[in-house]
């Protein structure tokens, strides 16, 4: 048993030890690119850090973070392996924390035996947490959280990585640089589909679990289900429901 309360407290003390105190007080030489146009900064790698021990300290597992990865992509095996694996995105939205836009947080996600069963993300600046356990819904501050009723595309609201048919149809496209903020607005019914491409587990594991468990479907598009491993070719559509899935799924390249 997992007290989800206890891993959101550890995760928003390390937001407040770790994250804020950097936010918007980033020097020169605390922020590097780790590839093209992929920034890191000493928020990431410290929040890694600490989120890593202490979290262990609760229940001792494997640990697939971003910045760790990066030094070791052996360690995304344990996602295809029997165990317990804490997944961590010390920082989603780096470049936007980098640029001083309030757009980022932090996600959490439990997986045991190569599925999700548990998931956290927490927004820093406003200071809210959502959790997921599998088969017990999604949930903010006490309130279950449900996603938005299915409507026509025309009158959606969505998060494409590019251009084409569903965008020309939807009611609105949304571009926000950081996937964690996707989920939120999907869990609680501000988006009613999102569509990704690079399929990295710290950044979807959790938010398809919330997701998932405030009411919505997800699958790929290749009509597989969603994994916490890495989808190196994937893509990944969140919708609703099963009908409107079909409906914007039919119109992507």
Do not use: C
Request: aromatic residues 6%.
């Amino acid at each position: 048993m997992i007290d989800a309360v206890k891993i959101s407290e550890i995760i928003r003390d390390v937001a407040e030890e770790e994250i804020l105190p950097r936010f918007k007080n980033l020097r020169r030489e605390q922020i590097r690119e780790k590839k093209p146009n992929q920034l890191v900064t000493e928020a990431d790698t410290e929040a890694e850090r600490v989120l890593s021990r202490r979290l262990q300290d609760i229940i001792p597992g494997m640990v697939v973070g971003e910045e760790g990865v990066e030094s070791d992509s052996s360690v995304l095996g344990a996602l295809a392996r029997d165990g317990i694996v804490w997944v961590i995105d010390p920082v989603d939205g780096t470049a936007n924390f980098a640029n001083n836009n309030p757009r980022f947080a932090v996600i959490v996600a439990l997986v045991v035996d190569g599925v999700t069963r548990m998931g956290w993300i927490h927004d820093p600046v406003p200071n809210r947490t959502v959790v997921a356990e599998q088969g017990q819904g999604a949930w903010q501050d006490g309130t279950r959280l449900k996603v938005a009723a299915e409507l026509p595309l025309s009158q959606m609201t969505g998060s494409i990585k590019r251009t084409g048919r569903v965008a020309e149809q939807a009611l609105h496209i949304a571009r926000r640089g950081s996937a964690a903020h996707d989920y939120l607005d999907l869990a609680t019914g501000r988006q009613h589909f999102a569509h990704f491409r690079r399929l990295m587990p710290w950044d979807h594991a959790a938010g398809v679990l919330i997701h998932q468990e405030a009411g919505g479907f997800a699958m790929m598009l290749n009509n597989s289900p969603y994994t916490p491993i890495l989808h190196a070719d994937g893509q990944l559509l969140l919708t609703p429901g099963e009908q409107s899935w079909r409906e914007i799924s039919a119109l992507m390249d």
